[in-house]
């Protein structure tokens, strides 16, 4: 109990830490594109000071289904966007 409990204190504390590009990138395409539906985010390469996050969302108006790749970086402590790639079809090859 006291274990699982510690756990949780800590997770909550560093925000998940793993995910945090991913809700990262999740807010920022949402204040860029608010007019798209989010289908699916996730890291497909990375490490601690990289991560290409695909987001793979539905245009409202059309419904087509699209993806994108933003490459983060950790400079300086927090995560950052520093390329953005595409929208292409799901599954595209990005060059990651």
């Known amino acids: 109990m006291v274990l699982t409990l510690l756990?949780?204190?800590?997770?909550?504390?560093?925000?998940?830490?793993?995910f945090a590009p991913e809700r990262q990138a999740r807010r920022e395409f949402m204040a860029e594109h608010p007019e798209a539906v989010i289908?699916?985010?996730?890291v497909g390469e990375g490490d601690d000071q990289n991560a290409h996050v695909h987001i793979r969302f539905s245009e409202r108006t059309s419904g087509q289904a699209r993806e994108v790749m933003w490459l983060y970086q950790r400079q300086d402590g927090p995560w950052k966007?520093?390329?953005k790639v595409g929208p292409l079809s799901p599954g595209s090859d990005f060059g990651d």
């Open 39 to 42: 289908r699916e985010v996730f």
């Open 7 to 18: 756990f949780l204190v800590c997770f909550a504390l560093c925000g998940g830490c793993g």
């Open 81 to 83: 966007a520093v390329r």
